[in-house]
Nanobody
Framework: QVQLVESGGGLVQAGGSLRLSCAAS????????MDWYRQAPGKQRELVAAITTGGSPNYADSVKGRFTISRDDAKNTGYPQMNSLKAEDTAVYYCYAWITTTQKVSTSYWGQGTQVTVYS
């Protein structure tokens, strides 16, 4: 009933910027929270940033000051703006959303992931 589609990943030189997006579609009543995770090769998936409706964003220490997340609820889309990228930011980035459907059922969903590769 709900789908998350990510886009915006790619290859970027160290020091550069990328903006990812996560568009939610389907029978959406409300997006309660949308978080961003990443998983580097051989490592566990880690939380990068999180934002709840009406709340302040929280960031992992590794990205604080460089990443900014936002949401456009009119478009049901979330965005992490990633600046000053480093090689260690290379990972598959996933959005994770807690959504209430029009049937008033609240469930979590994962996006398919988008690859970000930072080269020096």
């Amino acid at each position: 009933q709900v789908q998350l589609v990510e886009s915006g990943g790619g290859l970027v030189q160290a020091g550069g910027s990328l903006r990812l997006s996560c568009a939610a579609s389907g029978y959406i009543f409300k997006i309660n929270a949308m978080d961003w995770y990443r998983q580097a090769p051989g490592k566990q998936r880690e939380l990068v940033a999180a934002i709840t409706t009406g709340g302040s964003p929280n960031y992992a220490d590794s990205v604080k000051g460089r990443f900014t997340i936002s949401r456009d609820d009119a478009k049901n889309t979330g965005y992490p703006q990633m600046n000053s990228l480093k090689a260690e930011d290379t990972a598959v980035y996933y959005c994770y959303a807690w959504i209430t459907t029009t049937q008033k059922v609240s469930t979590s969903y994962w996006g398919q992931g988008t690859q970000v590769t930072v080269y020096s």
